[in-house]
């Protein structure tokens, strides 16, 4: 018995070999090479036969010019000098002028009637001496099949045809003697000659075609299938490549080709994955980390309250828990705008006419300050722009909240607005602020997630580590920059560069 699941699992491997590369490139080249060779033996064959037809034409001319000389030269029974058995190697067939057949080949024979010839009657010569007129093509005559079958039964020939007057060279044509008649010679032109050169071509081209043609498919298959290798050791390396193995790189091929390019591109992104991977273990890490300290302090009040209930200050308790509340809500709100924004999925909000000196002031008193630090923002004319408003209000918040939290006296908001163009503004906004600052070799690292400098970030000062790294996302997302730029110490200036469009009103 047959198994059907064993028949649709070697019918679905067939059915894989046939979409391979390999088979598609053998099909594509034998293709190719059938075109090529099919069009090349039609255009030989087509050659040949039109040569063969041609000399055949050429070979008729000469006899049909021998065969009127010598008709002519034998005067009035010349006639009889055109026997069969003199030119057994020539279609020919001699009629007179009343269209009977004087002479004609035996492969003729079968299409006369009634000794009627097969070509026309010869048409009577103006001139009364001897006269042989110049060989011309015959007309085109198509043999009738006849009961028996012959080499030229239902075959359209033509020939070369030449009119000779039979007359007495040595008589003088006078007033009361009958000038001889005209007979026309007709040699034919059958294709059979040509079809037997053909037939030769055809004996070569038959067998040689489907075997050039499998040689080519053989010879791509083979050269694909070699070429194809070093893609089959990259696939299975690839393959073994798993989220605890994303050191491992595939083998790159000293070929210095595409497939050698392919390689490089491959651990290009195995690297990638591997960095990408170990940021997300980091940040992972990290945010559990940071989810653990106000858990922890929460937890700790809450647990020292329900021991000691008749001791506890429960308003400052209650007040404690809801900073760590807060706390773990804006963590958790900037974890989750950081993932939306990497997988692109952060909801879209329109862009809208704003003053970027209202909301610059609006930001500023909205942000907690420490005792004895003084926001400063410009006092200027508003600058209209057309932005996300919601997004801005995110980057200056952030930036602020960072400054005013490492500030020693004074932070400082500067703004400058230029013309980019006739429907678009380049925005310059500097936060400074007199901490610390920050040292050169950090300056991109603080934009990392959760990252902190030691000198000049505290953790219990209220900080996520996150509010630089979302600044510099959303700000990419204005189409902007941020970055650190040089300021003698103390102190730190975070630039914010975005160009935009003009409102649309103003």
């Known amino acids: 018995m047959t198994d059907p699941a064993g028949a649709g699992r070697r019918w679905a491997r067939v059915r894989s070999g046939l979409r391979s590369v390999r088979a598609r490139s053998a099909l594509a080249a034998a293709a190719a090479a059938a075109v090529v060779l099919v069009g090349g033996g039609s255009w030989t064959r087509h050659l040949v036969r039109d040569q063969q037809l041609d000399a055949a034409y050429r070979s008729a001319t000469r006899q049909a010019n021998a065969m009127g000389l010598a008709a002519m030269s034998a005067g009035p029974n010349g006639a009889e000098e055109l026997r069969p058995a003199f030119y057994p190697d020539v279609t020919f067939e001699v009629v007179d002028e009343a269209g009977t057949v004087l002479s004609a080949s035996p492969d003729l024979s079968p299409y006369e009637t009634g000794g009627r010839a097969v070509m026309p009657a010869a048409e009577p010569l103006s001139p009364a001496d001897t006269v042989m007129d110049l060989p011309r093509r015959g007309p085109d005559v198509r043999l009738p099949d006849p009961a028996g079958r012959h080499r030229l039964d239902g075959r359209t020939v033509t020939g070369v045809r030449i009119q000779v007057v039979l007359a007495d060279l040595d008589g003088d044509a006078g007033p009361g003697r009958v000038r001889s008649p005209t007979i026309a010679v007709y040699v034919f032109v059958t294709p059979l000659s040509a079809e037997r050169a053909v037939a030769t071509v055809d004996r070569v081209l038959l067998p040689a075609v489907p075997l050039a043609v499998a040689m080519v498919a053989l ?55 591997e960095r990408a991977d170990a940021a997300q273990r980091r940040m992972v890490a990290d945010a559990a980390h940071e989810l653990r300290s106000p858990l922890a302090i929460l937890r700790a009040g809450l647990e020292v309250a329900q021991a000691y209930p008749d001791r506890t200050d429960w308003p400052a308790a209650a007040a404690t828990a809801v900073a760590q509340a807060q706390r773990l809500t804006a963590l958790a709100d900037d974890l989750l705008l950081l993932a939306r924004l990497d997988a692109g999925t952060a909801r879209p909000e329109p862009a809208t006419d704003v003053d970027v000196v209202a909301v610059l002031a ?145």
């Open 219 to 273: 010879t791509a298959w083979l050269a694909t299938r070699r070429a194809l290798r070093p893609v089959e050791a990259i696939r299975i390396r690839t393959a073994e490549v798993t989220a605890t193995r994303l050191a491992d790189r595939v083998t790159v091929p000293d070929t210095g080709d595409e497939i050698a390019a392919l390689a490089v591109t491959i651990n290009a992104m195995l690297a990638r994955l």
């Open 362 to 506: 609006r930001v500023a008193d909205e942000i907690v300050t420490p005792a004895g630090v003084v926001v400063s923002c410009p006092d200027s004319a508003p600058v209209r722009v057309r932005l996300t408003r919601l997004r801005l209000e995110r980057i200056l918040r952030n930036l602020l909240d960072n400054a005013v939290r490492h500030a020693a006296h004074r932070v400082e908001v500067r703004l400058e607005a230029a013309a980019a163009g006739p429907a678009r503004v380049r925005l310059r906004i500097e936060v400074r602020d007199d901490g610390p600052g920050i040292p050169y070799a950090d300056r991109d690292r603080i934009f990392d997630r959760f990252t902190r400098l030691d000198a000049a970030r505290d953790r219990h000062a209220g900080g996520t580590g996150l509010g630089l790294s979302l600044a510099r996302e959303l700000a990419a997302r204005l189409d902007g920059t941020i970055e650190v730029v040089d300021e003698p110490p103390p102190g730190a200036a975070f630039v914010l560069t975005a160009t935009v469009p003009r409102a649309t009103t103003d």
